[in-house]
């Protein structure tokens, strides 16, 4: 025995016509969207920065180097808001953790350690 369900392009332009929920929460959703814009602000200042001004448009850009640069910043960055996690910032970056394991020693990165007094701090606690 089968069904035959007709919908009409009057059901679907209904204004109570709601698409099912999902199951992801909403503040996942918006979590993952301060993320995408904190990068892409992050990369418009960088771009900005690696924009030519009058002053330097006789010089050239050294390719190479404008990258380096770009990389440091977004590693620090991540690092900064995973306060050093290298798993996480990896995932922040989109790239894997072996990867971002020889960028940080090969542009010598090292996000800063806790100062003794946080550590006294936390273990009092």
Do not use: W
């Not at 332009?13 to 814009?37: G, K, M, Y």
């Not at 960028?103 to 006294?120: A, D, G, N, V, W």
């Amino acid at each position: 025995m089968s069904a035959v369900i007709t919908v009409s392009s009057q059901d679907l332009s209904r204004s109570d016509f709601t698409p099912a929920p999902h199951d992801v929460p909403l503040n996942a959703h918006l979590e993952n969207l301060r993320e995408i814009v904190f990068t892409m602000m992050t990369e418009l200042e960088c771009l900005g920065r690696l924009a030519p001004t009058e002053s330097t448009e006789s010089t050239p850009v050294d390719l190479k180097d404008a990258v380096q640069r770009f990389e440091i910043e977004l590693i620090s960055a991540a690092l900064e808001k995973t306060r050093g996690n290298q798993s996480k910032a990896a995932r922040l970056l989109g790239v894997k953790h072996t990867t971002l394991n020889a960028k940080l020693k090969r542009y010598q990165i090292r996000y800063p350690q806790p100062s003794s007094e946080t550590t006294f701090r936390r273990a009092a606690a």
